[in-house]
C-alpha cells in the first residue's frame, strides 16, 4: 500500500519541526530517514502512526504500522517467544515464533524473560516483535542502538529478509554502516 504524507506540519511551542513536508512511499520500498538530532524523525514516525496529531496535513489512511521504537517496550517478565506471541497469533504459532527468532538470537535466549536479556539482545527481541506482527509497513525508530557492527549488518539482513514485501522506514544516525543495503535516503 502506498503512503501519501502531505503538507505535514507541526511545531513543539515556538519551535517549527517540519512545515509543508510531503513523502510518498511506494509499497515494499525501503526507506532510511536521517537528520540531525532534534530534526523531528521521531515525531515524524509518530505522525505516521498516528501516535501523534499533526498541525497540518495529512497522512494515507488505513494503513496497519508495526514499530521499533527508541524505547524497546517489551514485557520484562515475558520470554522473548512470549513477544511474538503477544502480537500475533497464540499457543499454536509457538514453535514457529521460536524459528523466527533463531535466526537473530542464541537458543539459550528465547526462552528467558526478556528482562535477564541484554540490552542488544532487548532491541533485537523488539525488531523481531514489530517484523513478526501483521502491518502493511514498519516503521523504526534507531534500530541499531546498541548493537555492534557486525550484529548491527547481521540485523539488518534479518530485517530485510523478514519484511515480506512491506514497505520499510527507518530512521538512524548510522548510515553509513547501511550503505552496502538499497535504501533510498530521505532527510528532514
Known sequence: MEIEIQKL???????????????TLKDGGLY???????RGKTTLLRIIM??????????????????????DRLLPGRTAVDQLLFVRGGRK????????LAGLLP?????QPVGELSGG???RVAIARALWADSDCVLM??????????????????????????????STHQKELLSDYSFDWLTL
Do not use: C, N, W
Open 32 to 38: 532510511g530517514l536521517t537528520a540531525p538530532s532534534g
Open 93 to 100: 504459532d509457538r514453535d514457529a515464533a521460536l524459528a523466527f
Open 107 to 111: 537458543e539459550e535466549s528465547l526462552t
Open 141 to 170: 525508530d534507531e534500530p541499531f542502538t546498541g548493537l555492534d557492527e557486525s550484529t548491527l549488518r547481521h540485523t539488518a539482513d534479518f530485517i530485510l529478509a523478514k519484511l515480506r514485501g512491506r514497505t520499510l522506514l527507518l
Open 50 to 71: 498516528g501516535l501523534l496529531a499533526p498541525d497540518a496535513g495529512t497522512v494515507t489512511p488505513g494503513v496497519r504500522y508495526s514499530a521499533v521504537f527508541q524505547t
Open 121 to 123: 539482545m532487548q532491541r
Open 9 to 23: 506540519s507541526h511545531r513543539f511551542g515556538e519551535k517549527l519541526i517540519f512545515e509543508d513536508y510531503d513523502l
